[in-house]
């Protein structure tokens, strides 16, 4: 008997090249098993990001957006991770008052020592999407036209 | 600068609803330095429309295009190509955007993706603050560049009022008391005798009295 395919979440990681990413690294080189729904998108530090960033995740498919900087306190560039911070309660807002629930986007601080945690970040955020389920947008139905003029 | 702030997304769809292909109208001027009408936020409420149209079934079809000022004509007519593509304009343009732009389109909805809120300026980083009430005769000059007419709460010309406790407002605690400013500042200037005169009562007729306001410059006019 045929069954249906259980909803495996996609799940788009930023992850700080100073921590998380290094974290990433570590887990792998502890041979720390973690799911594979997770793509890591390698960031300078998450004051990169931008709240277009993780609109358009979700906007092309993305079940949930984990971003992942340095702990409070030990960025990099002073206060990137808290930046990050305040654009990703904006933009848990945002989404939030688009249709979208909050839990989808989450922001985890984790240091370049914490390979383990971050296996179980990666886990525990998988789940929480699991049983939100799949993001309701339909990336085949965005279009998005960027006009230009000149 | 023109001070505005995003409207948000529900109350945006409400407006929207029904229509298919919208032009999202960003403005590189003053909104787009008050992070409410810019490029950048074009793309973040496109992206949140989009959003909303895909779990509401809407069917919206957005666009997105940035002209450097709504307020002039000039820019209006460089967008004139794109513009035509579309059933309705979302402008995140000031009041004076929107309605220059529903000017120029007689037969195309303009909608306003934006609450204009005032003429002010950044204070903090994320944080502006209203200046200038625009009320078309300036006393400035009369209060060590300190406007009573925005700043204080009872808009008094002849204050202080006395209410104010610590040299906060006692309507808002949260806001200096302006006369106490405006005390400070003409004392450090040496024109604290200013405060001796007893200002009239102000020609509110250059407000917003009877219909809008407009300047005529017969040097200009062709």
Redesign the interface.
């Known amino acids: 008997m045929m069954r249906a395919n259980p909803f495996e979440p996609k799940i788009v990681a930023f992850c700080c090249h100073y921590c998380a990413y290094a974290a990433a690294d570590l887990a792998g080189s502890m041979r720390l098993q973690y799911p594979t729904n997770i793509r890591i998108i390698r960031t300078p530090c998450t004051g990169k990001l ?3 960033y993780f ?2 995740a ?2 092309y498919g993305a079940d949930g957006v984990l971003v992942a900087g340095c702990e409070e306190g030990s960025c990099h560039f002073i206060e990137g991770n808290l930046m990050a911070k305040r654009r990703v309660n904006y933009a848990r807002e ?2 939030s ?4 629930e909050r839990k989808r986007l989450r922001m985890v601080n984790i240091s370049a020592a914490m390979g383990t945690v971050f296996a179980e970040t990666v886990k525990d955020m998988i789940e929480t999407v699991r049983k939100l389920g799949p993001n ?3 990336s085949d ?10 | 600068m023109i001070v505005a702030q995003r409207k948000r997304i529900p109350e945006l769809v409400e407006i929207l609803k029904g229509n298919k292909r919208i032009l999202v109208l960003g403005c590189g001027t003053c909104v787009a330095v008050c992070l409410a009408g810019g490029e950048r936020e074009v793309s973040i409420i496109s992206s949140a429309l989009r959003i909303a149209s895909n779990v509401q079934e809407l069917d919206f079809e957005i666009g997105e295009l940035t002209i450097e000022r709504q307020c002039d004509n000039v820019f209006i007519e460089e967008a004139a190509e794109t513009i035509e593509k579309y059933d309705v304009i979302l402008s995140l343009g000031c009041g004076a955007g929107v309605q220059a732009v529903a000017e120029r389109y007689a037969e195309k909805p303009v909608y306003p993706g934006l609450n204009t809120a005032f003429i002010g300026i950044l204070e903090e980083r994320g944080l502006w603050a209203e200046k200038c009430a625009a009320c078309g005769s300036c006393v400035l000059h009369q209060y060590g560049g300190i406007c009573p007419i925005t700043r204080c709460a009872k808009h008094m010309l002849n204050g202080p009022c006395g209410g104010s406790r610590e040299d906060r407002c006692e309507v808002r605690p949260d806001l200096s008391c302006a006369w106490q400013l405006i005390y400070k500042r003409l004392k450090g200037i040496g024109q604290l005798d200013r405060l001796r005169k007893i200002e009239q009562p102000k020609n509110w007729r250059m407000n917003l009295d009877g219909g809008c306001r407009v300047i005529v410059r017969e040097d200009h006019r062709i």
């Not at chain 1, 008052?97 to 979208?100: A, K, T």
């Not at chain 1, 139905?141 to 000149?150: A, F, L, S, T």
Request: cysteine-free; hydrophobic content about 40%.
């Open positions: 931008e709240v277009e609109m358009r979700f906007e945002l989404l008052e688009s249709g979208l309701p947008v339909r139905h965005v279009n998005v036209k960027q006009e230009i003029h000149r």
